[in-house]
């Protein structure tokens, strides 16, 4: 599949995961699942059409997980995409699975994270994952504890050719430096926005070295932002708020990269052209403002 028709400069530049270049605006798949991200989209048509325009816009970084249906996000992708263009880095996550009840159980044992990598090789057509997460915590969020023995799993499987570089998510920042003493890491992804910022510290930290931060929920997740002041410096720009959010991430610091979910086309275009909106001094320190405590 060629992009060169299509492809224009997206928000933000590129950053490098390990030896990988990627956009710094990138799409997550999440969303392309069903309802619940359990089972198949509405309209498959639409889901395969959503992953194709994000390549033909030049976007390089797609997020995905075999948990996200489970195993439909990946399914589409491969069915949309595959072959896959050179220039393009598939990324995933395992240590949780899916119940009958639409629940997120951990699944972080030897056999299940094997598994879970097996699984995401043969779902998305590839013999080695470019990025592999290594999901935390529970759907609380970030919990203490130990993530040797799951780490240590997935850096095996990274000798063994199966996966190029590894990354954390819903990490505590002691987890992130646990993982690091282990094996490097290219990436955190953890929830993050404009309201909810507890990361603040960890990302600074993570910039100065050279490692990727890529916020989930970017734009709240089912709970979109809502706030006075957003809306107040997206009308003075005469955009919309979820621009003026997204912007507003990769303004925060250069190793933030975006995933925003979207099972729409017009959807995924209009994020891509909001996120390019230039904030201001002014803008961003109201915007700054936001956080919630």
């Not at 198949?40 to 970084?61: F, M, Q």
């Not at 130990?146 to 002691?174: I, K, M, P």
């Not at 997204?246 to 017009?266: D, E, F």
Request: with cysteine; glycine share 10%; proline share 7%.
């Amino acid at each position: 599949m060629s992009t060169d028709e299509f492809a224009v400069p997206l928000p933000g530049g590129t950053w490098s995961l390990g030896e990988l270049t990627v956009t710094r605006f990138g799409y997550g798949a999440m969303q392309l699942a069903g309802p619940g991200v359990m089972g198949p989209p509405a309209d498959r048509d639409g889901a395969l059409a959503v992953l194709r325009r994000a390549v033909e816009l030049g976007i390089t970084h797609i997020d995905t997980s075999g948990a996200y249906g489970p195993r439909v996000t990946n399914e589409l992708i491969r069915e949309a995409l595959h072959p896959y263009p050179e220039a393009l880095h598939i990324v995933t996550k395992v240590g949780a699975r899916r119940d009958e009840q639409g629940g997120w159980p951990t699944a972080r044992r030897p056999a299940d994270l094997r598994r879970a990598v097996q699984e995401n090789l043969e779902t998305l057509g590839l013999d080695r994952l470019d990025l592999v997460n290594l999901r935390l915590g529970d759907a609380r969020g970030p919990q203490p504890g130990s993530l040797a023995e799951a780490f240590e799993t997935l850096v095996e499987l990274q000798r063994q050719g199966l996966v190029r570089h590894l990354g954390v998510s819903n990490a505590t920042r002691d987890q992130v430096a646990e993982a690091q003493a282990i094996a490097p890491i290219v990436c955190v992804q953890n929830m993050y926005n404009l309201a909810h910022r507890p990361d603040d510290e960890l990302i600074d930290e993570l910039a100065g070295q050279g490692v990727a931060y890529v916020p989930f929920f970017p734009l709240g997740g089912f709970s979109p932002l809502q706030s006075s002041a957003l809306s107040a410096v997206a009308s003075r720009l005469a955009t919309t708020p979820m621009s003026v959010a997204l912007a507003w991430l990769l303004h925060r610091s250069p190793n933030i990269l975006l995933i925003p979910g979207t099972s729409s086309v017009t959807h995924l275009t209009e994020n891509v052209a909001g996120a390019a909106i230039r904030l201001s001094e002014d803008d961003l320190a109201e915007l700054d403002k936001i956080e919630s405590r």
